[in-house]
DNA sequence: ATGGCTAACGCGGTTAGA
């Protein structure tokens, strides 16, 4: 089983992207970020007519999540979770699904803009909110996965340049920590489980080049509870389609269970 | 040098991303 996590900066501009990449990837499970459309415009059918069944948790112009799991693939449908439940957020930010034996999480963390401005507060509560839950999700689902762009990079491993980086949003200590109380739940980053090239990123800006100069941050992350990360057999970033024309400023990971 | 590019909204320039 492969699952895989995308930030695709649009799904109405990328979707000819997904489709060839899915073809291509041979994932099983896709985790989406930041839609960018509202549930009534979210390609549905064609996304059925490529295999792949679909839920998601859309809204007009920003964020918006969604979960395709190919189909053949039991997926329960009387437990899907959109957003974290006791947090009232406008912002469409988190769906869950239960794939098979698995919790699968899709999430698009808050970027935080600047370290003390009220947007990096609201990442803070956020986060937060997501960690309560997950603690109390695991216990239900102890097969759990958390996928999606985190907008944080956990170490100076995952930064091009961690001198220029050191303090800013995404990768300030407060956003450091509240990684490793995630991973203190008993979550493995299946990214680090396995020998890596150096200076391997998931996010490169649109500006000064920056793929071409490799000037990346890894921030998008699949966590995996131990029974899932004790039979996770590889993970990678896939930095082909952010070669691709008109890409996504994200690549998209994928982890290998079984 | 805090910009540089891309997308949404909507039709010009603002907001947001990371």
Excluded at 41 to 66: D, I, M, R
Excluded at 88 to 94: A, F, G, L, T
Excluded at 172 to 189: I, K
Aim: aromatic share 10%.
């Amino acid at each position: 089983m492969k699952i895989a996590t995308w930030n695709v900066n649009s799904l109405k501009v990328r979707q000819q992207h997904v489709m060839d990449w899915l073809q291509q990837s041979q994932v099983d499970v896709l985790c989406l970020q930041e839609l960018k459309l509202p549930n009534e415009k979210f390609p549905c059918a064609e996304f059925e007519a490529a295999g792949f069944k679909c839920w998601f948790a859309g809204q007009k112009t920003y964020n918006g999540v969604g979960i395709l799991v190919r189909k053949g693939i039991a997926v329960d449908e009387t437990n899907i979770v959109r957003n974290i439940p006791g947090f009232e957020d406008p912002q469409q930010r988190v769906i869950a699904a239960t794939v098979e034996d698995m919790r699968i999480v899709s999430a698009y963390f808050p970027n935080g803009q600047a370290v003390g401005s009220e947007k990096f507060a609201y990442k803070m509560r956020w986060l937060d909110a997501l960690h309560d839950w997950l603690g109390a999700e695991m216990k239900i689902h102890p097969k759990l996965a958390l996928l999606g762009d985190y907008n944080i990079a956990p170490d100076d491993r995952d930064v091009h340049d961690p001198k220029a980086w050191e303090g800013q949003n995404l990768v300030s200590p407060e956003e450091r920590a509240h990684f490793v109380r995630l991973v203190e739940l008993g979550l493995t980053d299946a990214f680090r489980q396995f020998e890596q090239p150096e200076k391997l990123f998931t996010w490169w800006d649109y500006r000064m080049l920056a793929f071409r100069r490799n000037a990346g941050l890894r921030i998008d992350h699949i966590l995996l509870s131990a029974e899932l990360a004790a039979k996770c057999s590889a993970c990678e970033v896939d930095k082909v389609p952010r070669k691709w024309e008109q890409p996504s400023d994200h690549a998209p990971v994928v982890a290998t269970i079984g």
